[in-house]
């Protein structure tokens, strides 16, 4: 039942969803070394299913409480931009540790890969093919994200379908782009430094890339569902937030990992 209260906060009710998660994502992690030692995916699949349906109802139950109950008042809303502010800078030192191992490899190379970079007998990508079209990819991405938000706050629902149906698709378009590359790469992430460096960087981005499509999908059934207003839209807005984040790595990593790393 809903009650009223004589202060802004939002008082969360009880809820299964963080323990089940935690199980899931538990079940995931002892799936993925089975996986890795036993070429068994089966726990993998459960883990990844609890984490699933717990997440909808998980959502389902945020998206009753701000959309429809009221509970996420002005200082609520403020705090969860706060919490998507600090989750960002949290994924910014993520990255950053990629490009530190990078650095520290490529500036001052060792003996063990031939004192040079990249190291010897590793055939690298050209930066001026698929990496430059994903660069171009994921720059209109970012046009059209901040099309949905300004077309969202116009009240626009047609504009704001169409922007955000174009980002989905450039993201899918850079995912299954950045597979291809992977399908036609000459090394693997056990190829000396600068496989384990490609690899992870470009892997983990990817990853996010992912997961910012996901967001943005998510975003678009609740836009569907007539969810966001003019006024509130804040899931809207920490999607936009993420997807910009997902750029801006992209950028750095085309110009240091692709292109001055060649």
Known sequence: MHMNHNHPYHLVDYSPWPITSAIGTMTLVTGLIKWFHNFNMNLMMLGYLIIILSMYQWWRDIYRESTLQGSHTILVSNGLRWGMIL????????????FWAFFHSSLSPNIEIGSTWPPNNILVFNPFQIPLLNTIILITSGMTVTWTHHAL??????????SLIITICLGIYFTILQAYEYLEASFSIANSIYGSTFFMATGFHGLHVIIGTTFLLICYIRHFYNHFSMNHHFGFEAAAWYWHFVDVVWLFLYISIYWWGN
């Open 153 to 162: 706050m116009m009240n626009n629902y047609s504009q704001t379908s169409q």
């Open 87 to 98: 989750f960002i800078i949290s994924e910014i030192f993520f990255f950053i540790s990629f």
